[in-house]
């Protein structure tokens, strides 16, 4: 399997390019965003819970993002592999997420880092509020927020896969086709390496 973790601060690009990816590659797409809003669309007691949390721009607990992708690796057992997108976000995520890998006798093949000035983040992100119907996207201080969470609980998440030589970065400002081509590349070569 290929398992790839799309890293990088919100707004970094990790949702357009893994859309783009998937198609390439025929992974499956894990966002725990997009999880996360699909139960507060169908209105269930997670999704009330976590609402909370993302409209603050705070990370939801833990336990609650771990569930859900280990259900989404249970329920899909023949695939070529993964794409993370936004997960994991913490140490205690990544500890998680590799146990759950070596379950299936599986583990994380690379982890690709979308590298983005941070007035670009800003500048990403409230334009996307003004289209994407996303409250987190169109308040500038929910914004920063979730730039500090980052920060402190996500960039350390780094250093977890940089200890085992996983950890890759990538420029992630030009258009998203200079972008594809560059993670095109890292996974062509660990494509290439499984042969
Ligand atoms: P995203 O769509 O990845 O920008 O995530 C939107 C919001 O969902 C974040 O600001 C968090 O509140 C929450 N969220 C998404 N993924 C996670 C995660 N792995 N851990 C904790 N919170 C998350």
Redesign the pocket.
Known sequence: MVNIILFGP?GSG??TQSANLIKKYGLIHL????L??SEIEAQTPLGLE?KK??DA??????E??IGMISSKLDANPDTRGFIF??????TA?AEALDKLLTLKKTSISAVLSLEVPEDELIKRLLNRGLTSG?S?DANEDVVKA?IV?YHNKTAPVADHYAKYGKFRKIKGSGTIDEIFGLLSKEIDDLVVERV
């Open positions: 919100p990790k949702g966002s725990t965003g997009d996360l809003r976590a949390f993302m721009g705070q990370l939801v607990p833990d609650v993002v997108d936004g997960f994991p976000r913490t995520q996303r987190d979730r969470e």
